[in-house]
């Protein structure tokens, strides 16, 4: 098993730019969500793909984007941003439903909008 | 809607102590909870997981937890802390009526005294 990969680990970006952050699933999992940890609190749920197909998302803005593509990897896409993007983005891999499975995370993609 | 309680933000322990670490949850509907531990700089690690099973599950590392549906509590122990355990620990919450939210609380950082 690899596990989760993600990609960058670290960037810096403006405010008003957009940012692609790229995640590899762990291999046989099919289903992928997106969090946003902010600093000193807990992953904030921002959506899920299944079959590359959004089936769940949190209370983020349209601005927050993704997709998954056939070898179930996927890809968060974040355009305008705002300083209060700045967190850290974790993607998640599950072999079917988290509720039953629970996640395997990847280490994460350090975001800092300046 | 779901919410997860984590109470104290901060545990110490000595050494070969007991580890208790609190979480309460809100749920609607039967709660899946879990707890996820979190080492600096990585992703988190699926630590447990109850799921309407045994009331109380065996996880990695020594840890357990008892769920308590009548005070809606999912505490996390381990009977003798070693130094390895210092980490943040996340407890969270899902159900089946959205899907791949879990909702997690803000985390407690446990400290390990030689």
């Known amino acids: 098993e690899t596990g989760v990969t993600q990609s960058p680990t670290h960037l810096i970006k403006t405010r008003g730019q957009q940012v692609t952050l790229r995640c590899s699933s762990q291999s046989g999992h099919n289903t992928v969500s997106w969090y946003q940890q902010a600093l000193g609190q807990g992953p904030q749920f921002i959506f899920q793909y299944y079959r590359e197909e959004e089936n769940g998302r949190g209370n983020f803005p349209p601005r927050f984007s993704g997709l998954q593509f056939p070898n179930y990897s996927s890809e968060l896409n974040v355009n305008a941003l705002e300083l209060d993007d700045s967190a850290l983005y974790l993607c998640a891999s599950s072999p079917g439903q988290p509720d039953n499975y629970g996640y395997t995370f990847g280490s994460g993609t350090r975001l800092t909008v300046v | ?114």
């Not at chain 2, 109470?7 to 909870?33: F, I, K, M, Q, T």
Request: with cysteine; aromatic share 12%; hydrophobic share 35%.
């Open chain 2, 1 to 114: 809607a779901q919410s997860v309680t984590q109470l104290g933000s901060h545990v110490s322990v000595s050494e070969g102590a007991l580890v208790l670490l609190r979480c309460n949850y809100s749920s609607s509907v039967p709660p899946y909870l879990f707890w996820y531990v979190q080492y600096p700089n990585q992703g988190l690690q699926l630590l447990l997981k109850y799921t309407s099973a045994a009331t109380l599950v065996k996880g990695i590392n020594g840890f357990e937890a008892e769920f308590k549906k009548s005070e809606t509590s999912f505490h996390l122990t381990k009977p003798s802390a070693h130094m390895s355990d210092a980490a943040e620990y996340f407890c969270a919450v899902s159900d089946n009526t959205n899907a791949g939210k879990s909702t997690f609380g803000d985390g407690t950082t446990l400290t390990v005294k030689p």
